[in-house]
T-cell receptor
């Protein structure tokens, strides 16, 4: 499986600021996704990061709040904009390699907004 | 819309006994069903998966069964060990979902020594 890294691993941010999370994969992948996971909860898909085009957002998530970039097949960023305490969560990227259904996760970014 | 229901939400079993977690999906066009294990503070890890053309798959102490008629699939863990304690998530992929997964709510498995 692909080796996936995320930066930062955790951060504490003040409300009103923005944080950009990076996801790097050691090989080219077909699909990249961004998830949010609240403590004790399941995984909620934020968006699909599309290479070279705008991300596809799920209901309840908008580009102005969660802008996403995917400049190539191994890298993506998620920005959490104008943060509020409700954005405190773990943010995970996941990938699907070509020819496979298997989805693998990065280690996550634990975000706390004060 | 599509959804996946997972039961139970918490499961406590004696070490050495078996554990079974069940998920039900809504869309009969689903074709891929993975199971993930998430230990506290860690990322979800894919532990086993099954495609819709297979009824059962086994990997050492874990197995997954799929009943397409009833639209449910189950995770079976035999000879449970303390390291099996974690939250387990099931998911389903729909034919037209572009690799997206619909997730169950999770089951917290507790192995009692």
């Amino acid at each position: 499986s692909a080796v996936i890294s995320q930066k930062p691993s955790r951060d504490i941010c003040q409300r009103g600021t923005s944080l950009t999370i990076q996801c790097q994969v050691d090989s080219q992948v077909t699909m990249m996704f961004w998830y949010r996971q609240q403590p004790g909860q399941s995984l909620t898909l934020i968006a699909t990061a599309n290479q070279g085009s705008e991300a596809t957002y799920e209901s309840g998530f908008v580009i102005d709040k969660f802008p996403i970039s995917r400049p190539n097949l191994t890298f993506s960023t998620l920005t959490v904009s104008n943060m509020s305490p409700e954005d405190s969560s773990i943010y995970l990227c996941s990938v699907v390699a070509g020819g496979s259904y298997e989805q693998y996760f990065g280690p996550g970014t634990r975000l706390t907004v004060t | 819309g599509e959804n996946v229901e997972q039961h139970p939400s918490t499961l406590s079993v004696q070490e050495g006994d078996s554990a079974v977690i069940k998920c039900t999906y809504s869309d009969s066009a689903s074709n891929y069903f993975p199971w993930y294990k998430q230990e506290l503070g860690k990322r979800p890890q894919l532990i086993i998966d099954i495609r819709s053309n297979v009824g059962e798959k086994k990997d050492q102490r874990i197995a997954v069964t799929l009943n397409k008629t009833a639209k449910h699939f189950s995770l079976h863990i035999t000879e449970t060990q303390p390291e099996d304690s974690a939250v387990y998530f099931c998911a389903a992929r729909y034919m037209d979902s572009n690799y997206q997964l619909i997730w169950g709510a999770g089951t917290k498995l507790i192995i009692k020594p």
